[in-house]
C-alpha cells in the first residue's frame, strides 16, 4: 500500500486536501511557502493597537484620521468604506473593518452615515450569500441596508481624463462620502505588479469602459505582455502607472484615506494607512521581498492551490501564471492547477474570446486575439487572460496545463486550452495521486514543486 506525505496541504475550495504525493519522492518535494521571514509581523503588539497608532500618523498626511474625520465628516455625508469583493479572500476585511466602524462611532460618525461599497470592479455583482465570506457574519447582518456593490454598467461620475487619455468615471457613492476609505491588502499581481491600494479604486470602483481604455495598455504585439506588466512590476508598468495617475486625480475631488496591509498565509503581517499613492510605493516596497522565492531548479511538475481563486477558470490563472514560474520550460514540465470552479469560467469576454479561437493553433489563435480583442476600441475586461494563458501554454508545452476540477471537462478541453484530467467519480486527492504517480513514473528524479499562493513570484536563478 502506497504512503503519502501529509505536509502539502492545498485549498479546494473552502476545504483544505493532504495526502497526494507518494512517500518515495519526500526528499524531491518542496512546499513552496512565503519566506519565513514574511511571517512575522512588521509591528508590536496586536493589529488593533498597530492600527491605531497608524491612523495617528499616516503617510502623507499632516493630520491624524482623528482629526481628518472631525474636520470632514457632515451629518448625512456618509463615511465610506471600499472593500475587496468575492473572489478574494478577505481575510483583512474581516479584521480591520469591524476596527474601524468602531472608531468611527468613537468620532461621533453616526451609524446610519456608515457605508460599505463592495469593489466588484468589473466582476459580477456578489450574492447577498457572499456577504458573510467578505465581511463576516456580525458586519454583514448589522449593515445589510447600507452594503453597496459596484455596479460598472451603471453610470458613474466622469471627472475628466487622465495623461494617458483613459476617461476616468467611478462609483458615484465615492463622491457622496466625506471620506472614502479603502481596506485592502497588498499582493503581487501578474500584470498590474503590486494590488490593493489603488487597485480599489481602478478597477474596484471605476467604470467598464475605464477598466477598458486602462487594461489594454498591458499588451505587446511580439511579446504578449508589455516587458513592465509583471509580477512586482510597477517602475515602467503602463497599466498601474495610468492607475496611480487616475487615482491622484480622483483626490482631488474627494478625500481619501487608506488602510494597507500585506497577509501572510491568513495573518496580518503589516498595516499602514494614509494617501493611497503613497500606500501603494510603501507596499511594494515589502511586498516583492515577502513573496519572491529564488530556486536553483525548476519543477518537472507543479502542483497549484488556488485558495479563493479556484472560484472560477478566470480568477484560478493567478494561480496557473505563480506556477508557470516555477515548472519547466523545456516541454516536459506539468502543471497540476486544483481548483474546483463552482462560477465556472467567470468571465463572458474570456469565455467568448477563449470560444471563438478553440480551433486555431496556438500561435495563430495568439495573433489574433491581440490583432481583435486587445486595443483600446476592441478589449473587454477578461482579454487579457487568453494572451497570458496562452503564452503559459506556448512556453511549456501544449497538453502539460492540466487542472482538476469539477467543472464541465468537454469544453475545458475544448475551448480553454487546459487537459482537465479529474473523473468524475474521482476525488481531487485520488485524481492527484494518479496524476504526480504517472508522471514520476516516467520522470522519477525530476522535482515536485507544492504551492497554494497564487501571490508567490518563482524565481529560477
Not at 481628518?68 to 476585511?93: A, I
Not at 483613459?166 to 458615484?172: A, I, L, R, S
Not at 499588451?219 to 504578449?224: A, E, N, Q, S, Y
Request: some cysteine; aromatic content about 8%; charged content about 25%.
Amino acid at each position: 500500500m502506497t504512503d503519502y506525505l501529509d505536509n502539502t496541504p492545498i485549498s479546494w475550495g473552502t476545504e483544505i486536501i493532504n495526502g497526494f504525493v507518494p512517500s518515495q519522492y519526500k526528499n524531491q518535494t518542496k512546499f513552496l511557502h512565503p519566506p519565513e521571514f514574511s511571517k512575522t509581523p512588521m509591528f508590536e503588539g496586536t493589529v488593533k493597537e498597530a492600527l491605531l497608532r497608524k491612523l495617528s500618523d499616516p503617510l502623507g498626511y499632516d493630520l491624524s484620521f482623528d482629526k481628518l474625520v472631525e474636520q470632514k465628516y457632515q451629518k448625512g455625508k456618509p463615511v465610506v468604506f471600499v472593500v475587496d469583493d468575492y473572489t478574494r479572500p478577505n481575510n483583512h476585511t474581516k479584521i480591520i473593518l469591524p476596527i474601524m466602524i468602531e472608531k468611527v462611532l468613537s468620532l461621533n460618525v453616526l451609524k446610519e452615515d456608515i457605508r460599505i461599497l463592495i469593489a466588484t470592479g468589473t466582476h459580477r455583482l456578489p450574492k447577498e450569500s457572499e456577504f458573510t465570506k467578505i465581511l463576516g457574519e456580525q458586519i454583514s447582518e448589522e449593515y445589510r441596508s447600507q452594503i453597496v456593490s459596484h455596479d460598472c454598467d451603471i453610470e458613474g461620475v466622469y471627472v475628466g481624463e487622465s495623461d494617458a487619455g483613459t476617461p476616468m468615471e467611478f462609483d458615484k457613492l465615492a463622491f457622496e462620502a466625506s471620506i472614502l476609505v479603502p481596506i485592502t491588502d497588498s499582493e503581487l499581481h501578474y500584470f498590474a505588479g503590486v494590488a490593493g491600494t489603488i487597485k480599489e479604486i481602478c478597477p474596484g470602483i471605476a467604470s467598464r469602459n475605464t477598466v477598458r481604455q486602462n487594461h489594454p495598455k498591458m499588451f505587446d504585439r511580439k511579446l504578449g505582455f508589455h516587458p513592465g506588466c509583471k509580477l512586482g512590476g510597477t517602475e515602467e508598468n503602463p497599466v498601474i502607472t495610468d492607475i496611480k495617475n487616475m487615482v491622484n486625480i480622483v483626490k482631488t475631488k474627494v478625500t481619501i484615506f487608506g488602510i494597507d496591509t500585506i497577509v501572510t498565509e491568513g495573518k496580518i503581517v503589516y498595516i499602514s494607512t494614509g494617501d493611497l499613492v503613497e500606500l501603494h510605493d510603501e507596499a511594494k516596497q515589502h511586498i516583492v521581498k515577502m513573496r519572491t522565492l529564488r530556486l536553483p531548479k525548476a519543477a518537472g511538475i507543479v502542483v497549484s492551490g488556488m485558495q479563493s481563486w479556484g472560484i472560477n477558470l478566470y480568477q484560478a490563472g493567478k494561480g496557473i501564471h505563480a506556477a508557470w514560474n516555477a515548472v519547466k520550460h523545456d516541454g516536459k514540465g506539468e502543471i497540476l492547477a486544483v481548483a474546483p470552479l463552482p462560477d465556472g469560467i467567470g468571465n463572458a469576454n474570456y469565455e467568448q474570446v477563449m470560444k471563438e479561437t478553440g480551433d486555431m493553433p496556438l500561435q495563430e489563435a495568439l495573433e489574433y486575439i491581440l490583432d481583435n480583442y486587445c486595443t483600446t476600441e476592441t478589449f473587454k475586461i477578461g482579454n487579457q487572460k487568453p494572451v497570458d494563458t496562452m503564452r503559459i501554454v506556448k512556453m511549456i508545452g501544449e497538453g502539460n496545463l492540466k487542472i482538476i476540477s469539477d467543472w464541465d471537462a468537454e469544453q475545458l478541453r475544448k475551448y480553454y486550452r487546459v487537459d482537465p484530467i479529474k473523473n468524475p467519480e474521482e476525488s481531487p486527492v485520488d485524481t492527484l495521486r494518479r496524476a504526480i504517480s504517472k508522471y514520476m513514473s516516467k520522470n522519477p528524479d525530476e522535482l515536485i514543486y507544492i504551492m497554494d499562493d497564487p501571490g508567490l513570484y518563482i524565481i529560477i536563478e
